[in-house]
C-alpha cells in the first residue's frame, strides 16, 4: 500500500478512537455515572484502552476485536452497560470479515453476541429478545458491508492485473509489429539492391568485354546499365521515404503515398523486368495466362518482388542458358513461376547454388536469405510456395490467393 494510503487509514482510525473516547466520557458524565463510590472517569481506565486498539485492526483485527469484547464486558459485569464499545465491537467484527475466511468471520460473529446476551441477561424475555435481534441485525450488515466492500477490493485487483495483462499484450503486439516491420524493409532493400546490383554487375561485365571488339552494343548496354542505376535509386529513394515518414492509418502496405514518391511496384512491370536482363547470358520468355487484371497493391507488390528475386537468382548462379516466367491468372489466385535450364559443364551445380549457395563459392553464393523472405512474402498472404532444383536448373513456383474479380479500375 503507498505510503499516503497507510497514512490516511491512520488517520481515519486514530480519528474514530478520539470520536470514541469523547463520546463514552459525556455518556458516563452525563447520563450513566457508573457504580455507587467510584469516579466516572475510573470507567475510562478500561474503555480508553479497547478504543486505543483500533489503530491496530488493519493489521491485528482479532486484537481491536477481543479487546473491545473484553472492555465491553468487564464493564457490563460493573454496572455500566451503556457505551460506545458496542461501535468498537462492530469495527473489529467488521476488520476480522475483511480479512480472515469464512470460518474466521463465523467465529468472530458468535463472540460478538456474547456481549448483548450478556447486556440483556436481567431484562425482561421480551426486552432481552428484543435486544438480541437488534444485535443481530447491526451484526449481519456489518458482515454483509464487510463482504461487499471485500469483493469489491477484489474486483479491482482483478481489473488491475486485466489491465497490466493488457498493456503487457500492447507492447508485445508493438514488439511484434516493429520486429515485422524491420523484416518488411529488410525485405525490400534485399529485393531492390540485390536484383539491381545484379544486373549493373552482369552489363558491366559484358560492356566491358565488348568495348574493344563492337563499341556500339558497349555504349547501348552501358545506357541500359545507368537505366537501371537510376531506377534503383528511386525504389531506394521511395522506400526511405516511406521510412522517414509514419504511414497513416489504415494504408495499406506497398500502395502509392503521395506526390514525389515511387509507386509500389507491380505485375505492369515485369515486362521490363524481364527486359532488363537480355543479353547477359540467359535468353528470357515471359508467357501470361487467363484473364490479366489488377489484383491489389500487395499481391501485386508481393508477385512482382517474388519474380524480381526468382530472376536475380538465375542471373547470379545459371550463367548461360534460358528461362520461363509464367504469371496465371486463375479464378481463385496467381500462380507464378519462374524456370531456368542452364547449359555448360558445371550447370547443375550453378543451379543447386541457388538452394545451396556454398556449391558456388567462385560466383559469390548467398545467404539464403531471398528464398526465406520470399516464403514469408506468400505465407502472409495465405498463399503457397514451392523451390526445388530440376534437371540442369531451378524451379520456382508461388499460388497467391486473390478474388477472381478483383480489378480496382
Known amino acids: 500500500?503507498?505510503?499516503?494510503?497507510?497514512?490516511?487509514?491512520?488517520?481515519?482510525?486514530?480519528?474514530?478512537?478520539?470520536?470514541?473516547?469523547?463520546?463514552?466520557?459525556?455518556?458516563?458524565?452525563?447520563?450513566?455515572?457508573?457504580?455507587?463510590?467510584?469516579?466516572?472517569?475510573?470507567?475510562?481506565?478500561?474503555?480508553?484502552?479497547?478504543?486505543?486498539?483500533?489503530?491496530?485492526?488493519?493489521?491485528?483485527?482479532?486484537?481491536a476485536l477481543l479487546g473491545s469484547l473484553a472492555a465491553a464486558t468487564t464493564l457490563t459485569?460493573?454496572?455500566?452497560?451503556?457505551?460506545?464499545?458496542?461501535?468498537?465491537?462492530?469495527?473489529?467484527?467488521?476488520?476480522?470479515?475483511?480479512?480472515?475466511?469464512?470460518?474466521?468471520?463465523?467465529?468472530?460473529?458468535?463472540?460478538?453476541?456474547?456481549?448483548?446476551?450478556?447486556?440483556?441477561?436481567?431484562?425482561?424475555?421480551?426486552?432481552?429478545?428484543?435486544?438480541?435481534?437488534?444485535?443481530s441485525i447491526d451484526l449481519f450488515m456489518v458482515v454483509g458491508l464487510a463482504y461487499a466492500v471485500r469483493l469489491s477490493r477484489r474486483r479491482a485487483a482483478q481489473l488491475e492485473h486485466t489491465v497490466e495483462l493488457l498493456d503487457q499484450a500492447r507492447d508485445q503486439l508493438a514488439a511484434e509489429a516493429v520486429a515485422g516491420e524491420r523484416a518488411r524493409i529488410a525485405r525490400e532493400f534485399h529485393d531492390i539492391v540485390s536484383h539491381n546490383l545484379s544486373v549493373v554487375a552482369l552489363r558491366a561485365g559484358v560492356a566491358r568485354a565488348l568495348v574493344d571488339r563492337d563499341p556500339g552494343h558497349a555504349e547501348q548496354t552501358l545506357r541500359e546499365l545507368e537505366h537501371t542505376s537510376r531506377a534503383a535509386l528511386g525504389e531506394l529513394r521511395g522506400l526511405l521515404g516511406r521510412l522517414r515518414e509514419d504511414p497513416e492509418p489504415g494504408s495499406a502496405v506497398g500502395a502509392d503515398d503521395g506526390p514525389g514518391r515511387q509507386p509500389a511496384p507491380g505485375l505492369h512491370r515485369v515486362d521490363h523486368l524481364v527486359e532488363s536482363v537480355r543479353g547477359t547470358g540467359v535468353v528470357w520468355r515471359l508467357d501470361r495466362r487467363g484473364e490479366v487484371r489488377e489484383l491489389g497493391p500487395g499481391v501485386e507488390m508481393a508477385a512482382y518482388r517474388i519474380v524480381q528475386e526468382a530472376v536475380t537468382n538465375v542471373l547470379k548462379h545459371a550463367g548461360t542458358g534460358y528461362a520461363r516466367v509464367l504469371l496465371d491468372y486463375g479464378n481463385g489466385g496467381l500462380r507464378l513461376e519462374v524456370t531456368n535450364h542452364a547449359t555448360g559443364p558445371d550447370n547443375f551445380a550453378r543451379s543447386l547454388a541457388v538452394k545451396v549457395p556454398a556449391l558456388s563459392p567462385a560466383r559469390g553464393g548467398g545467404s539464403g536469405r531471398g528464398l526465406i523472405g520470399l516464403r514469408e512474402r506468400v505465407a502472409l498472404l495465405g498463399g503457397t510456395f514451392t523451390a526445388h532444383p530440376v534437371s540442369n536448373g531451378f524451379h520456382l513456383a508461388a499460388v497467391l490467393p486473390c478474388p477472381e474479380h478483383s480489378d480496382l479500375a
Not at 19 to 36: C, K, N
Not at 84 to 98: D, E, K, R, T
Not at 101 to 109: E, F, L, N, R, W
Open 77 to 135: 459485569l460493573v454496572g455500566v452497560p451503556e457505551n460506545p464499545l458496542n461501535f468498537a465491537i462492530l469495527v473489529g467484527v467488521y476488520s476480522v470479515c475483511q480479512r480472515g475466511g469464512i470460518v474466521g468471520a463465523v467465529v468472530a460473529t458468535v463472540l460478538a453476541m456474547l456481549w448483548p446476551v450478556l447486556y440483556s441477561w436481567g431484562d425482561p424475555p421480551l426486552s432481552a429478545i428484543v435486544s438480541t435481534v437488534m444485535a
Open 1 to 63: 500500500m503507498p505510503n499516503a494510503l497507510v497514512k490516511r487509514a491512520f488517520l481515519l482510525d486514530l480519528a474514530m478512537v478520539v470520536l470514541f473516547t469523547v463520546m463514552h466520557a459525556l455518556i458516563l458524565h452525563l447520563e450513566s455515572p457508573g457504580p455507587p463510590g467510584r469516579p466516572w472517569w475510573s470507567m475510562m481506565l478500561i474503555s480508553v484502552p479497547a478504543f486505543t486498539l483500533l489503530v491496530l485492526r488493519r493489521k491485528l483485527p482479532w486484537v
